[in-house]
Structures are given as C-alpha cells and as structure tokens.
C-alpha cells in the first residue's frame, strides 16, 4: 500500500501574512475630546519609512480611536513632519536625546492620557489591542500593566502564548515590550533613565514594577506583532546591565505575585450587576444607513455550526453589512482569521475580560457601534444575556439561530434556551423544519416565531469536477479500493467506532471497502488505539484534520453518518454536493435532504445519552452495512451520483441561505422590534436572570482548575 498522505497540522490555521496595517479603513469617525491612551515611539535614524507607514496604518485602524500617537526623533525629517500632518492624533516631538530610556521618559512627561502604550518602532498592531488593552485595564483597576500574546513575524513566524510565570520572568523576559502601562507606575521605576540603548529596558521596567507589587495582566489574543530580522534574532540581552541596576530587587521577587490572566476562571457574584459603561463620546461611526450586526458566537473552531456562522458572515459582508464579533467560549484560532477578514472586528471576552464584566461590554459595543440588530447562535452565556441587553436596546431587534436539539445537555440543548427567552426574541431561524416542530410540539415553544433556513454549500467549491491538489496521492493509496469516508468531529456521539465496526462487517463481504475517518476531537486517540488493539490498520486510517476535505470526497464511494444527534449536517450537503451519496443515521433533519435518490436513512438503536454505550447492536451494524453495500451498488450501475449534486444547486446553497437571511434581517431591522415594551420594564429579573447563570457557571469553571 502507498505511503499515507501527510495531514494538516491545526497550528497552520495562523496566516503569519495577515499582517496589520497593510491598508487604511476609514470606518470610524473620529470624535473630539483627550485621548485615553498615549502611546510612546522612540525612533533613530535608521528606520525603514515603509514599516513606519504600516505601524500608523495598524494605529489608524484601531477599533478604539481615543489615543494619541507621541514619536520622540532627534533630528529634523521631512518624513516625520509628512507623517504627523496625516493625523490630528500623531505629535511629532524633536529631541537630542542621549538615550532611548531619557527620551522615552520625556515623551511620557508630555503624554495627555493616563494609560501609557509602549510601540517600539517596526512593530504593528492588531485592530482591537487598545479597546481591549483599555477595557481590561478599566474592569481590573488593581493591575498595573497589561499586554497580549505576540505573533513573531519577519524572518521567523511564531506564535508566542505562554503563561506568565514571576520564577520565569526573573531569568529571561517572557513579557511583551508592547504594553499598556500605567502612567504613574512608569514613572516611579527607579534609575530606568539610567538604562543604556542595549539595555533590555522592557525586562528592567517588568522586574522593577514586580519587585513593587505591581500586578501583570495578560491577554489570551494575539494582539501584538513584533517585527523580527535575522539581526535582532542574534542579539543577546545585556542580563548583566538589568541585575546590577536591580540587585536585592530580583531576589526578593515575590513567586506567588497575584497574575491576571484569563486562563483561569474568576469568581461572579452576586453583587456583581451589569453597568453601563460611559466615556461621554458619541458612536465611533457615522449616523447613516449602514446595516450593522453584532454576532454573539460561541467560538470559532472547526464544526459544522462555526463553518456556517463563517459562510453566513461572508455572504452579509458581501452584501454591504458591517459586522462585530463577540465570542464567549475560550478556544484557538482555527478559524478566527477567516472570519476576521470579513468583519469589521472580532472580540473573544474569554481573553481579556472576566466574565462578570462582559454584559457591561457588550453593551458598550452596541451603543458604540451603532447596531441595528443582533443575532446569537449556540452561545450559551448568550441566551442568559440577551434579556438584559434587550431592556437596554427596546427598539433593536434580536433574533437566534439554532442547529439542533440535545436532550442530554440541559434537557434539550439551545432550543430551550431560546424557549425561555422568546419572549425577548424578534424572530428564530433553525437549520430544519424538523427542529421548528419540536420545539413547537416536544418543548411547547408559545411565540410562533419560528422560521427554518436551510444552512446549505457552495456547490462551486464542493464540485467533483475541479483540479484539487493531492487527490492523486490519496488514488494512489487507495487504488482498487472502494472507499467510506468518515469526515466529522471525532467525538463519541459521532460514534466512529460504530462506523469502524460496520466497514469490518463490510469487508467479510467484499474485500476492496475501506474506511477514510478524517476530522479531530477528544476521541480520536481512543479510536486510534481501538483500530491498532483489533489489528485494523487496513482497513481503517484517520487522516486528523484537514483544511480541505474535497480531495476525500472525490475518492470516496459513499459517506457514512452514524451519530446520534444532529440537526442537518454540513457533511451531508458537501458530500451530495460531490457527488458521494450518503447513508445516515435518521436523526434530525437528515431526512429533508437524504432519500433513495441520493442514499438511504436508518433509524438509531441507541439515544444520544447512550453515546459511551459501545456494545452496539449486531443488527443495526448489519443495517448500515447492508445500505452501504446497496449504496456501493447503485454507484456502480446508476447515475445516483449525479443525482446527489443537482439536489444541492436546485434547494440547498449557500446563496440562496444568505438571500433569505438578508431579506429576514432587512424586515427586522426596517420595522425595528415587536417585541412587548412592557415585558422590557422588569429589569431586575433580567439581572437576576443574567447573575444566576453567571455565578453557577463561574463555580462550575473554577472546579476544573
């Protein structure tokens, strides 16, 4: 057999060339009143005016304009005169300084705001540093600076995202250079002034702050990007010059220093109720008639939800919407660039906010934004949210969509979520008419606001006819073989190795069936173990995570659902949009889009609270095998296949979704919500609502640290 094709590592999700400041978004009106944040640049004569150019774009672009840009040079340029004459905000400062330290000092003297940013020159910024870095700093007022995880980019790509840790930190610097300091704490370290131009005066200040009782706080995004060279990377920090300065200092830092950082889980109480934030500044954009959506998403990774929530985003984008993000749920970057490219900013809380405070920020992002609707899907501290937020906003329209339903988490998942609150609600779309029935009829939903949109694909991209790169190499692994894919989640109500054991089943039939599991979860090394315990390494392979599953679609014979909840799979419409028919377990909505022209659908023995319970029925593994074998057949001898793909361009794309979602939220937000006034007036039951919710979910957080 060939050699099994190499997978895609999650890590590579991160594109080291989304670089900040690459162009100017003029998106935000800039209001008058004192800046709330100075931020620092001392520049010498060898800088490249290019970097220069995009470190302002990175500046300009930020989604919190209340900053002043002070760049301290010491001799005359035309260039810097050009640059400070773009913007109001950038403060051209010429002075002899003997070194970076004394200059760096007396642009802090001239600063206006109380927050001070430190952006050596080359470096760039992610959009949203500074509203994070000034609403983290503004909700924990005991912490004395602040920084993010950096993105190392020039002549090396690396992400940097590693705790804080005061024993660490003593031996070598692990804290961002660029960072938000307070004023006053800048100023009281001793002899920084003192510091040559060699010096690692960002590890001096860190030490000295610490040794103070100065608590750190660090954000979990990557919000800071240093610009590296070959050069830089070979220079050695003068260790020596910090520990003489310091002495006694360094040993009597304190290990335990209390650190804010936001892979831990704080505490909510009840004391602790919503505010509303007011820095007496109008909207950061224009009064017009632009369509503004804020989304409230649980995350961004790869599933079936996220990748709809990224297609939907795409298309309203497309259409002329400007879009916010927040997410409430800690994840990696799997997807977030994606999405970022088509919205005007993206704000994870987990990563710099402690949950008692993201209510108050939310709140802020809609009166800042001026957002005219909101839309929710699968984010659970969302459902809890959202009727707080509704007695702020009466006139704005909010409306969810859900998936699926889930008996086995909290007695029905999201629809009952949204049950609970649909009073709050302008209107509720589901991915299947399957799911508006059962929340009408199973969960006695009373407001008919129900609406199903199918989520649909793109069937211009999920076409067997195109050139994809490395379909050659998986032909050549399976030659003469008839393939099953797998493609999804790894988890146990996926249940794959369900699927493992009706290929074994297959191949007592026919020797030429495989099994292709491609996807990643908690249980993969679990059915990694069981393929190699039972001696099934021909038969079955798990190719991990794949940025691109068409090459597997256009090998494959048929593909293979056997979970036990779903609403209606993403998978079932790429793979009928490939051409590869499909049998399915009868769960959901499959059955509004699988039938005997395109595969077969067998109901579940099992229920989804069932999904540990490994000891499947022989007769439904022999169902499954039967239908593929049918399957198999008709692949062979009729033109099933060609019947799967023109199911999907006739009902079910992704621009007939986003036409009918558009349409939806053009009527909401021209009419404005229907929702009662009166129901909006008891707003200490949304507190309440709102702070149960959030006090049970912080204890439940804390235990599993």
């Given at each position: 057999?060939?050699?099994?094709?190499?997978?895609?590592?999650?890590?590579?999700?991160?594109?080291?060339?989304?670089?900040?400041?690459?162009?100017?978004?003029?998106?935000i009106?800039?209001?008058?009143g004192?800046?709330?944040i100075?931020?620092i640049?001392?520049?010498?004569?060898?800088?490249?005016?290019?970097?220069?150019?995009?470190?302002m774009?990175?500046?300009?672009?930020?989604t919190?304009p209340?900053?002043?840009w002070i760049?301290?040079?010491n001799?005359?340029?035309?260039?810097f005169?050009?640059?400070?004459?773009?913007?109001?905000?950038?403060k051209?400062?010429i002075?002899?300084?003997?070194?970076?330290a004394k200059?760096k000092?007396?642009?802090?003297?001239?600063?206006?705001?109380?927050?001070?940013?430190?952006?050596?020159?080359?470096?760039?910024?992610?959009?949203t540093?500074?509203?994070?870095?000034?609403?983290?700093?503004?909700f924990?007022?005991e912490?004395?600076?602040a920084?993010?995880?950096?993105v190392?980019?020039?002549?090396?790509g690396?992400?940097?995202?590693?705790?804080?840790?005061i024993s660490?930190?003593?031996?070598n610097?692990i804290i961002?250079?660029?960072?938000?300091?307070r004023?006053?704490?800048?100023?009281?370290?001793?002899?920084?002034?003192?510091?040559?131009?060699?010096?690692?005066?960002?590890w001096?200040?860190?030490?000295d702050?610490?040794?103070?009782?100065?608590?750190?706080?660090?954000?979990?995004?990557?919000?800071?990007w240093h610009?590296n060279?070959?050069?830089s990377?070979n220079?050695?920090?003068?260790?020596?010059?910090v520990?003489?300065?310091l002495?006694e200092?360094?040993?009597?830092?304190?290990?335990?220093t209390e650190?804010?950082?936001f892979?831990?889980?704080?505490?909510?109480?009840?004391?602790?109720?919503?505010?509303?934030i007011?820095?007496?500044?109008?909207?950061?954009?224009?009064?017009?008639?632009k369509?503004?959506?804020l989304?409230?998403?649980?995350?961004?990774v790869?599933g079936?939800?996220?990748?709809?929530?990224?297609?939907?985003?795409?298309?309203?984008?497309?259409?002329?919407?400007?879009?916010?993000?927040?997410?409430?749920?800690?994840?990696?970057?799997?997807?977030?660039?994606?999405?970022?490219?088509?919205?005007?900013?993206y704000?994870?809380?987990?990563s710099?906010?402690?949950r008692?405070?993201?209510?108050s920020f939310?709140e802020?992002?809609?009166?800042?934004?001026?957002?005219n609707?909101v839309?929710?899907s699968?984010s659970?501290?969302?459902?809890?949210?959202?009727?707080?937020?509704k007695?702020?906003?009466?006139?704005?329209?909010f409306?969810?969509?859900i998936?699926?339903?889930?008996?086995?988490l909290?007695?029905?998942?999201f629809?009952?979520?949204?049950n609970?609150?649909a009073d709050?609600?302008d209107a509720?779309?589901?991915?299947?008419?399957h799911?508006?029935?059962?929340?009408y009829e199973?969960?006695?939903?009373?407001?008919k606001?129900?609406?199903?949109?199918?989520?649909?694909?793109d069937?211009s991209?999920?076409?067997?006819?195109i050139?994809?790169?490395?379909?050659n190499?998986l032909?050549?692994?399976?030659?003469?073989k008839?393939?099953?894919?797998?493609p999804?989640r790894i988890?146990?109500y996926?249940?794959?190795?369900?699927?493992?054991?009706?290929?074994?089943k297959?191949?007592?039939?026919?020797?030429?069936?495989r099994?292709a599991?491609?996807?990643?979860?908690?249980?993969?090394?679990?059915?990694?173990?069981?393929?190699?315990?039972?001696?099934l390494?021909?038969?079955?392979?798990?190719?991990?995570?794949?940025q691109?599953?068409?090459?597997?679609?256009?090998?494959?014979?048929?593909?293979?659902?056997?979970s036990?909840?779903?609403?209606?799979?993403?998978t079932?419409?790429?793979?009928?949009?490939?051409g590869?028919?499909?049998v399915?377990?009868?769960?959901?909505?499959?059955s509004?889009?699988i039938?005997?022209?395109c595969?077969?659908l067998?109901k579940?023995?099992?229920t989804?609270?069932?999904?540990?319970?490994?000891?499947?029925?022989?007769e439904?593994i022999?169902?499954y095998?039967?239908?593929?074998?049918?399957?198999?057949?008709?692949?062979?001898?009729?033109?099933?296949k060609e019947?799967?793909?023109k199911?999907?361009?006739k009902?079910?794309?992704?621009?007939?979704?986003?036409?009918t979602?558009?349409?939806?939220?053009?009527?909401?937000?021209?009419?404005?919500?229907?929702v009662?006034?009166?129901?909006?007036?008891?707003?200490?039951l949304?507190?309440?609502?709102?702070?149960v919710?959030s006090v049970?979910e912080?204890?439940?957080?804390?235990?599993?640290?």
């Amino acid at each position: 057999m060939a050699k099994i094709p190499t997978t895609v590592d999650e890590m590579q999700y991160f594109d080291f060339y989304c670089e900040p400041g690459k162009e100017v978004n003029n998106r935000i009106s800039i209001s008058s009143g004192l800046p709330l944040i100075s931020v620092i640049t001392i520049c010498n004569l060898n800088f490249d005016r290019e970097n220069i150019i995009q470190m302002m774009n990175s500046l300009k672009n930020q989604t919190f304009p209340y900053w002043e840009w002070i760049i301290v040079i010491n001799i005359e340029d035309p260039f810097f005169h050009e640059i400070s004459s773009m913007d109001n905000r950038i403060k051209l400062i010429i002075n002899d300084y003997e070194s970076i330290a004394k200059a760096k000092i007396f642009a802090v003297n001239n600063s206006i705001a109380d927050l001070i940013f430190n952006f050596d020159e080359n470096n760039l910024l992610d959009k949203t540093i500074f509203e994070c870095g000034f609403f983290t700093l503004m909700f924990n007022s005991e912490a004395s600076f602040a920084y993010s995880n950096i993105v190392e980019f020039g002549s090396k790509g690396l992400l940097v995202n590693n705790n804080l840790n005061i024993s660490e930190e003593k031996k070598n610097n692990i804290i961002s250079s660029g960072a938000f300091i307070r004023k006053n704490k800048f100023l009281e370290v001793e002899n920084y002034d003192k510091l040559s131009d060699n010096a690692p005066r960002a590890w001096y200040v860190w030490l000295d702050m610490l040794s103070r009782g100065s608590i750190p706080l660090k954000m979990g995004f990557y919000g800071f990007w240093h610009r590296n060279s070959i050069e830089s990377l070979n220079i050695k920090e003068n260790r020596e010059k910090v520990l003489n300065l310091l002495g006694e200092k360094i040993n009597n830092l304190d290990d335990q220093t209390e650190i804010i950082q936001f892979d831990d889980s704080y505490e909510v109480d009840y004391k602790n109720v919503p505010i509303k934030i007011d820095l007496r500044r109008d909207p950061i954009v224009p009064k017009d008639n632009k369509k503004r959506i804020l989304f409230i998403l649980p995350w961004s990774v790869v599933g079936g939800a996220d990748i709809f929530n990224f297609n939907l985003i795409k298309g309203l984008k497309n259409k002329g919407y400007e879009i916010s993000v927040i997410t409430t749920q800690k994840c990696d970057y799997a997807l977030r660039q994606g999405i970022e490219q088509y919205v005007e900013e993206y704000f994870d809380l987990t990563s710099f906010l402690k949950r008692k405070d993201w209510a108050s920020f939310i709140e802020y992002i809609i009166r800042s934004r001026r957002i005219n609707l909101v839309f929710l899907s699968n984010s659970y501290y969302g459902y809890y949210v959202l009727p707080w937020l509704k007695c702020q906003f009466k006139d704005i329209p909010f409306v969810d969509y859900i998936h699926a339903e889930n008996w086995t988490l909290r007695n029905g998942g999201f629809p009952k979520d949204s049950n609970a609150i649909a009073d709050y609600l302008d209107a509720t779309y589901t991915c299947t008419s399957h799911l508006k029935d059962v929340m009408y009829e199973d969960m006695k939903r009373s407001v008919k606001n129900v609406k199903p949109v199918y989520i649909g694909t793109d069937p211009s991209f999920f076409d067997p006819n195109i050139e994809i790169e490395k379909v050659n190499e998986l032909a050549e692994y399976y030659k003469g073989k008839k393939v099953i894919l797998f493609p999804s989640r790894i988890v146990h109500y996926k249940r794959p190795l369900f699927a493992i054991k009706v290929i074994k089943k297959i191949t007592e039939i026919r020797d030429d069936v495989r099994l292709a599991i491609v996807g990643d979860g908690v249980a993969l090394e679990e059915v990694k173990r069981y393929i190699i315990d039972n001696n099934l390494q021909d038969i079955v392979t798990c190719f991990g995570l794949q940025q691109d599953v068409r090459p597997f679609y256009k090998i494959a014979s048929a593909t293979i659902i056997c979970s036990l909840r779903e609403g209606l799979t993403l998978t079932t419409y790429e793979s009928l949009s490939m051409g590869v028919p499909i049998v399915s377990a009868d769960i959901g909505g499959q059955s509004e889009l699988i039938g005997e022209d395109c595969g077969e659908l067998i109901k579940p023995y099992q229920t989804a609270d069932e999904q540990f319970d490994f000891n499947y029925s022989d007769e439904e593994i022999q169902k499954y095998a039967d239908a593929l074998l049918r399957v198999l057949n008709k692949s062979e001898t009729t033109n099933i296949k060609e019947n799967c793909r023109k199911k999907i361009i006739k009902n079910f794309t992704i621009d007939k979704m986003v036409e009918t979602l558009d349409k939806e939220f053009r009527k909401n937000i021209k009419s404005g919500s229907r929702v009662r006034k009166n129901l909006l007036s008891n707003i200490e039951l949304a507190e309440r609502y709102l702070l149960v919710h959030s006090v049970l979910e912080s204890k439940d957080e804390r235990k599993k640290y």
